[in-house]
């Protein structure tokens, strides 16, 4: 008996002597919760579920899709080439001068590069003189521009010649008047073929 006495004696001395959090046992899964000193059971702790987010799926939003590529816009229309070419002349005169051969050359190099087309050159004169000797001062003047288109490469069927005297001056004056701007052909460029000529 004095044995048996002395054996709980020691353990209730050896269990004061442990600090009260060496009391508490607790096993939350189990559900198991013990205190075997003088401290206070505390609340026992719930875990949160545990959850793997390697499993979760994210929905991330699309990214915003790019502006729609606006249609290239149609090329300009190609410049309209110059079609009418104004060559002068000395008073009394139907041969060529340098400024009427640059202007003759510029017309060929028009039609060659927009050809086929169909080429009329129309002399004028001033009102100096008879019409009749006017009308056929402004032929020739009309057959030395075509002479000079042809020696330029084109062809002699493709350019019509005409003369208008004095009645369709680009200055408007009175009889006898030496005006320099009405000593003049004129190269008309107009895309209708030699063929429709007629």
Do not use: C, W
Request: no cysteine; charged share 15%.
């Amino acid at each position: 008996m004095k044995k048996t006495l002395l054996a709980v004696l020691l353990v209730s001395a050896a269990v004061m002597s442990m600090p009260a959090s060496a009391n508490y046992f607790s096993n939350p899964s189990a559900g198991v919760s013990l205190n075997v000193g003088s401290a206070p059971n505390p609340k026992p702790f719930r875990y949160a579920p545990f959850t793997d987010v390697r499993t979760q799926t994210e929905t991330i939003p699309a990214p915003p899709a790019p502006p729609p590529i606006a249609a290239a816009p149609p090329p300009p229309p190609a410049p309209d080439y110059v079609k009418t070419f104004m060559v002068f002349f000395d008073f009394d005169k139907s041969n060529l001068t340098p400024e009427a051969q640059q202007a003759v050359a510029e017309a060929v190099r028009t039609a060659k590069d927009n050809g086929p087309v169909r080429i009329v050159v129309t002399g004028h004169t001033d009102t100096v003189g008879t019409f009749a000797y006017n009308q056929a001062l402004s032929e020739r003047r009309a057959m030395s521009v075509k002479n000079a288109m042809v020696a330029g490469g084109l062809e002699a069927s493709m350019i019509v010649t005409q003369g208008k005297s004095f009645s369709e001056p680009l200055v408007a004056t009175g009889p006898g008047i030496r005006e320099p701007q009405n000593r003049r052909a004129v190269i008309d460029l107009t895309n209708p073929p030699v063929a429709s000529l007629d």
